[in-house]
């Protein structure tokens, strides 16, 4: 009876080895196989998916197969080990153990926004409104509206985003991204406010950006922007009309085609400086961290006045009679080529245009 019992257990063993051994083998097979993909394809993980449902779904869709020993797999080696969802790349030659992996390390996909300096946030609303990878949740939202759902009642949007390339995943929210340029905004505010020169006639930080966005429209030659904001902070501190024309733009909005006219100089808004007294209540366009420096370290001189030499650079002039001199000279008699702008460099008309 005993070595009966002796001979069951010993057969009982070699069965079990030889099941333990398949399955070991039948677990590498399924693990090794190389994905039936035949070009670059994304793969979407929801939120809220989990390994076994993706895996059976990938399965079902002749992509792999073994999905049995796939989530034997993942449950005995990483079931503490959350699925992130977001997109995954397949690519022709790849293993399931590299799909696996890839969730393991969260390799989602990403993808680039990049908001630009001098932009109104209508332009902002209208790029978030493209980008069909970015869940959509402010389509008929108002600005008012976009502002309580970011924390601010009360606060008008523009300028308040920090022009920067952010970075998602399928799924996140138009207002998620949001978030990241107004904290963003606030942060490089805070730190260049920290070091603002002496005497610089802001109360507050909010005046400082409202400043920064007049040079940030005025000028994208880097060299000038300290020398515009001493001509805006020595205008204020004389009692002068700060007298810029972006100002104008703003204010005429979407009644603006591209022409501004002296009608549109003398009409009142309250964002005509040439009308009006002192800054803009608000500021007029995204701003980067060169343009708050800028406003926040105004380079001394006596100039007052700049106008536009059409190559996106500008004349600077002490007093009134030099710059109607250089009004004369490159706004009257205007070259053919001018323009209000530096020409774009090469790689920045190709980053444009792969946005």
Do not use: C
């Amino acid at each position: 009876m005993i070595r009966r019992l002796l001979l069951l257990l010993e057969a009982g063993l070699l069965l079990t080895g030889l099941l333990v051994g398949l399955a070991a083998w039948q677990q590498r097979e399924a693990l090794q196989q190389t994905l039936v993909v035949t070009e670059e394809r994304m793969v979407d993980v929801p939120a809220g998916a989990t390994p076994s449902g993706m895996l059976n779904r990938l399965e079902a869709d002749g992509v792999l197969h073994g999905a049995f020993w796939l989530r034997l797999y993942w449950r005995f080696n990483l079931s503490a080990q959350p699925l992130h969802s977001g997109e995954y790349r397949l690519v022709p030659g790849q293993r399931a153990i590299d799909l696996i992996e890839s969730w393991r390390r969260g390799e989602v996909v990403q993808y680039s926004l990049t908001l630009v300096e001098g932009w109104s946030f209508r332009q902002v609303r209208a790029v978030l409104a493209k980008q069909e990878k970015l869940k959509q949740t402010l389509k008929d939202v108002s600005d008012a509206e976009l502002m309580a759902r970011l924390g601010h009642p009360g606060l008008y949007p523009e300028g308040r985003f920090f022009p920067d390339t952010y970075r998602f995943v399928r799924g996140m929210s138009d207002l998620e991204l949001l978030k990241q340029a107004y904290t963003r905004l606030e942060e490089v505010l805070a730190e260049e406010w920290a070091q603002r020169a002496d005497n610089v006639p802001y109360a507050e930080p909010y005046q400082a950006l409202i400043m920064a966005s007049l040079v940030e429209k005025e000028t994208g030659v880097p060299a000038e922007r300290q020398q515009i904001a001493g001509v805006f902070v020595r205008r204020l501190a004389l009692g002068m009309l700060l007298q810029t024309d972006p100002t104008v733009i703003y204010g005429l909005g979407e009644r603006y085609n591209g022409k501004l006219t002296r009608a549109h100089l003398r009409e009142a808004t309250p964002y005509n400086t040439y009308v009006i007294a002192g800054m803009p209540p608000t500021p007029i366009a995204l701003v980067g961290r060169e343009a708050i420096h800028a406003a926040l370290h105004p380079e001394p001189g006596k100039s007052l006045y700049f106008v536009a030499r059409g190559d996106g650079s500008h004349v600077f002039s002490d007093d009134l009679e030099a710059h109607n001199r250089a009004v004369r000279e490159f706004q009257l008699n205007r070259r053919a080529d001018y323009r209000s702008s530096p020409a774009p460099l090469p790689d920045a008309a190709e980053k444009k245009d792969s946005q």
